[in-house]
């Protein structure tokens, strides 16, 4: 198995007059879904359909309620996800109220197992 690559040409965001270079991008072949998930779990694992759609139903509504209640989430190799803010500065403590919070976000940070498997793969240019 490879990570698909294509290479694109940048200019230098923090130097305009550089000359531009070439990188590599990883390029997405498809996209796998929920489903295509459950169908590929029972390959792997003894459980039935329905006992591996209530699985990751269960992770998937679990994750956003425990962010919700201000836990860290860390599942594992996986790795782990958290609730981040993004708000408005304030010139005192009185000021800085939830009305200042821009966006919230979701830091995904990927767990080292996962980080190192996907580094020992192997690279292949994608097709133009």
Not at 26 to 50: C, N, P
Request: charged share 30%; proline share 2%.
């Amino acid at each position: 198995m490879s990570i698909r690559y294509s290479i694109v040409q940048r200019k230098n965001l923090l130097d305009l007059s550089a000359p531009e270079k070439y990188y590599l991008r990883a390029k997405s072949v498809g996209k796998i879904d929920r489903d295509y998930l459950i169908k590929d779990m029972l390959r792997y694992v003894s459980l039935t359909a329905e006992e591996a759609s209530a699985a990751l139903n269960y992770l998937l509504e679990a994750v956003p309620r425990f962010l919700k209640l201000g836990f860290y989430v860390n599942l594992g190799k996986l790795g782990s996800f958290k609730a981040t803010l993004n708000s408005e500065g304030s010139d005192t403590m009185e000021e800085a109220t939830s009305d200042k919070v821009k966006r919230i976000r979701i830091r995904f940070t990927c767990g080292k197992e996962l980080k190192d498997e996907i580094n020992r793969g192997s690279l292949e240019k994608f097709p133009e």
